[in-house]
T-cell receptor
Framework: DAGVIQSPRHEVTEMGQEVTLRCKPI?????LFWYRQTMMRGLELLIY????????DSGMPEDRFSAKMPNASFSTLKIQPSEPRDSAVYFC????????????FGPGTRLTVT | GQQVMQIPQYQHVQEGEDFTTYCNSS?????IQWYKQRPGGHPVFLIQ?????EVKKQKRLTFQFGEAKKNSSLHITATQTTDVGTYFC???????????FGAGTRLFVKA
């Protein structure tokens, strides 16, 4: 298996622009997580899905952030409008309900908002 | 809400010395996981502990889960330069599937 795939790997955008991050989970995994990592705040859980349904979005910082999972093999995290404080590495991870429940992380998207 | 505290924030060791990082939760956990993130990389799963008082070993790494299922530790014996990175604990509460990550302990190993 190719593992969790994220695109783009790097994104540089100007304040006010819309940013869309993409994730393809491992085939067969029924949980998908979006995290944000910064030096100041560490690794924060933004939202997670089970069987394509959002279960907990309490970590989404504000209305500028939205996430969707239209099918089992694709999810997006959108920021509109973006702000400099959104600069971070965004990770997507997927997991199986059964077994060890360990999360498999993608390589991340490094977002820079100028 | 559930909080997971991890100490120390940083640790510098000489190669061959031991290293320990500690994790404490404000609430009882159903399980705790440990991950390692190399510089510039992504978190990689190491192990999961589920039972009260559980101890697991992976070569030079020893993981413990407290009797009350609120704390955990990771101990590395005789560190090597390949151990460099940030070690995170991640606790799951007794309800739901949400996992809260600690702030991580960054390990530096001097050869």
């Amino acid at each position: 298996d190719a593992g969790v795939i994220q695109s783009p790997r790097h994104e540089v955008t100007e304040m006010g622009q819309e940013v869309t991050l993409r994730c393809k989970p491992i085939s067969g995994h029924d949980y998908l997580f979006w995290y944000r990592q910064t030096m100041m705040r560490g690794l924060e859980l933004l939202i997670y899905f089970n069987n394509n349904v959002p279960i907990d979005d309490s970590g989404m910082p504000e209305d500028r952030f939205s996430a969707k999972m239209p099918n089992a093999s694709f999810s997006t995290l959108k920021i509109q409008p973006s702000e400099p404080r959104d600069s971070a590495v965004y990770f997507c991870a997927s997991s199986l309900r059964t077994g060890g429940n360990e999360q498999y992380f993608g390589p991340g998207t490094r977002l820079t908002v100028t | 809400g559930q909080q997971v505290m991890q100490i120390p924030q940083y640790q510098h060791v000489q190669e061959g010395e031991d290293f320990t990082t500690y994790c404490n939760s404000s609430t009882t956990l159903s399980n705790i996981q440990w991950y390692k993130q190399r510089p510039g990389g992504h978190p990689v799963f190491l192990i999961q502990l589920v039972k009260s008082g559980e101890v697991k070993k992976q070569k030079r790494l020893t993981f413990q889960f407290g009797e009350a299922k609120k704390n955990s530790s990771l101990h590395i014996t005789a560190t090597q330069t390949t151990d460099v990175g940030t070690y995170f604990c991640a606790g799951r509460g007794t309800g739901g599937f949400k996992t809260i990550f600690g702030a991580g302990t960054r390990l530096f190993v001097k050869a």
